[in-house]
């Protein structure tokens, strides 16, 4: 059986409260914690992290809520974020509601059945009333990468728009006007951002937008392989391909090797997200990279920040009024590669 903290009293003959006191971080005279630590040491007593979270009404949990745990942008937004918060003695709950807006409340549901103390989420949902629930508990939320319009959450959001305009002003900077994009529905915040940056580069150089030049889709390999197949498999075929994620840009560089085609010579490339992937593909690519670390680093610091703030308020009575909206920019100096031909 485990050993309990009445045992530890039994051993070092000290009363529940200064022995609860030492487990609960407080101060206790040198000797007392000699003899508690090593009772600690003899008894082989594990702290109930459990049932000190719910005496405390914290967990030291965080819920992670993404929208497709196959993306490689949300994998390793996950990573980072998971380490600094184990810095700081929190764990996480990760959820993936695989780009389903019913299962992302489900998802909410569950996190606040676990009692989690904060939910950093990447939404997939364009309304926020699915987080209603949460507000209403006071538990803080952080956003990833998408925002909503009543700005009423912390949100972490990188500047897709311009880093598009800059994608796809270099390729017209190249002599391309046929610029074909592969993004997402609009219901997806990053692929309307990206799209309005790929507009707005053809109409500050004057060039006519095709829409037979925009696909719209998932955000999936599929969309990036079906997409590409039909682009360059028509007699009036972009020179350009600008290809908005990690996962559109693996499928459309399959369909190129299946069509036999080869890059820059038939078609040139931009694509999205991964910096190793430029590496392996042959040519390399010039790719627009997400600083994917320091989106993770802000969106874990401002959610340590709201505990704090939580914690704080709980005794002074404050209360937290003011959101942040960190914008991070895209490194779009890694725009480097020859899957670029100048025309």
Not at 17 to 44: D, Q
Not at 195 to 210: M, R, S, T, V
Not at 285 to 314: C, F, G, Y
Request: hydrophobic share 40%.
């Amino acid at each position: 059986m485990a050993a309990t903290i009445r045992d530890i009293t039994k051993m070092t003959g000290l009363s529940l409260a200064t022995v609860s006191k030492y487990l609960n971080g407080g101060n206790v005279l040198p000797e007392n914690r000699t003899l508690i630590e090593h009772a600690i040491k003899e008894l082989n007593y594990e702290v109930n992290e459990v049932a000190r979270g719910l005496a405390k009404n914290r967990t030291k949990t965080i819920g992670v809520l993404i929208h497709n745990l196959d993306n490689i942008f949300a994998g390793t937004i996950i990573a980072h974020i998971e380490d600094i918060l184990r810095q700081h003695d929190y764990g996480t709950i990760v959820c993936d509601c695989r780009g389903d807006i019913d299962l992302e409340e489900q998802e909410i549901k569950f996190l606040l059945s676990k009692r989690v103390d904060g939910i950093i989420t990447i939404p997939t949902s364009g309304n926020s009333k699915y987080l209603d629930s949460v507000v209403s508990r006071g538990i803080p939320i952080v956003l990833i990468d998408r925002t909503f319009e009543d700005k009423r959450f912390d949100c972490v959001l990188v500047d897709n728009s311009e880093a598009s305009f800059q994608a796809v002003t270099t390729l017209i900077q190249k002599g391309h006007e046929k610029i074909s994009i592969v993004c997402g529905n609009d219901n997806e915040y990053t692929a309307r951002e990206r799209l309005l940056g790929y507009y707005k580069a053809l109409e500050n150089n004057n060039i006519k937008i095709d829409l037979d030049f925009v696909k719209r889709g998932s955000l999936t390999v599929e969309h990036g392989y079906e997409a590409t197949k039909s682009l360059m498999t028509v007699t009036n075929r972009p020179t350009a391909l600008y290809l908005t994620n990690y996962e559109i840009t693996l499928g459309a560089i399959i369909a190129i090797n299946e069509l036999g085609l080869s890059f820059p010579d038939d078609v040139s490339i931009i694509g999205f997200d991964n910096l190793m992937l430029s590496k392996v593909v042959k040519p390399t690519l010039w790719m627009v990279v997400q600083p994917m670390e320091e989106i993770a680093t802000s969106a874990a610091h401002i959610m340590l920040k709201r505990l704090q703030d939580t914690n704080q308020s709980s005794t002074t009575n404050d209360t937290v009024t003011e959101r942040e909206a960190v914008r991070v920019s895209l490194n779009t100096s890694l725009l480097t590669g020859n899957s670029i031909k100048q025309l």
